[in-house]
């Protein structure tokens, strides 16, 4: 066989196993039959693929199946324990880590409690080496940051400026030898939302540090600008003790620019009185009829967190 036919064979048959791999994270067990028919492949194809799995642990053998009018066929399903992925955020003082199976279910909370100003990233390393002590099969971590990030590279974190310039991820990679994900954390809060609206920019209000973040979206992907910066929107805001001039100018900035159908907003702030009083000072400024709808969102430790996590299922997705 040629060389090129060759490489082309083993392109393909890396993207079926891709394939299979997805299929078992969205629905375990599955029979050889089911998985060849979801997949588009031939039964001794899709057979040989789940072998394979299982023959790495990434997939276990589950229970046989009964078939009507044959005999029972084996099933796989994929090994909840094969790897595991992590998210960490800063929670005011305090570092919180969620540890995740290859399913992506909740396995265990982790927390760094009192952290100071002075935290560098060793001390996240070690954070991280201690929970991969306990789950050597630690593969990937997501990590946020009330701050801005630009590649590798911690631009902008105020309360703790000694990670400022620092490549955390980088350093993490080296010493850990995991996957890992830096991301903003209102970016990673909007690309939780991915799905749920098209085009819409999530503004969170911060009242004990009288600031704002904004997470923009647009054909579901999260857009971060040339320097990791996009959605730094305090700059335009005039008096950030003024919430809801905050939210005003935010939105008008938004929608003078993007003219995005939905804003959503969140924080202590951000009740449905609130918005009523935020929309009569926007018509104030603009036509109604050009005025987004404006959704008050709860529950904003979850979403960060399945924002960091949706990180890491995006990438095992495409990995072959």
């Known amino acids: 066989m040629k060389r090129e036919s060759v490489a082309h064979f083993n392109l393909v048959k890396m993207q079926n196993r891709r394939v299979i791999r997805n299929l078992l994270r969205e629905e375990s067990p599955l029979s050889v039959a089911k998985a060849a028919s979801k997949a588009g492949l031939s039964y001794p194809t899709a057979s040989g693929l789940l072998k394979e799995l299982a023959a790495t642990g990434e997939a276990l053998v589950s229970k046989e199946q009964d078939v009507a009018g044959g005999r029972p066929g084996i099933c796989y399903e994929l090994n909840p324990s094969y790897r595991y992925a992590l998210t960490i955020h800063f929670d ?26 002075g935290i560098g990233v060793w001390e996240i390393i070690d954070f991280i080496r201690m929970i991969q002590d306990e789950y050597p099969a630690l593969s990937a971590v997501a990590i946020g940051i009330p701050g801005a990030v630009h590649g590798t590279e911690i631009r902008h974190l105020p309360k703790f400026p000694n990670l400022i310039g620092s490549h955390l991820a980088d350093a993490l990679r080296t010493e850990l030898d995991v996957d890992v994900y830096i991301e903003n954390d209102t970016n990673a809060i909007a690309f939780a939302e991915v799905g749920r609206w098209e085009d819409f920019a999530h503004i ?60 959503l907003i969140s924080g202590e702030f951000c009740t449905e009185g609130n918005v009523r ?44």
């Open 204 to 263: 969170m209000y911060v009242e004990e540090d009288k600031c704002i973040g904004v997470g923009i979206v647009l054909q579901g992907e999260v857009m971060k600008g040339s320097n990791g910066c996009a959605g730094e929107m305090e700059y335009l805001c005039r008096n950030m003790e003024d919430r809801e001039d905050t939210f005003v100018t935010a939105i008008l900035a938004l929608t003078c620019v993007l003219n995005l159908p939905d804003i």
């Open 92 to 117: 005011d003082r305090s570092l919180k880590a969620v540890l995740h199976d290859a399913f992506g279910r909740q396995v265990k909370r982790y927390v760094m409690e009192n952290i100071d100003s």
């Open 277 to 320: 009083k935020i929309r009569e000072r926007l018509c104030e400024r603009l036509p109604e009829d050009r005025l987004p709808e404006i959704h008050v969102i709860d529950d904003m430790t979850g979403l960060y967190v399945r924002g960091l996590l949706r990180r890491i299922l995006a990438a095992w997705s495409e990995q072959m």
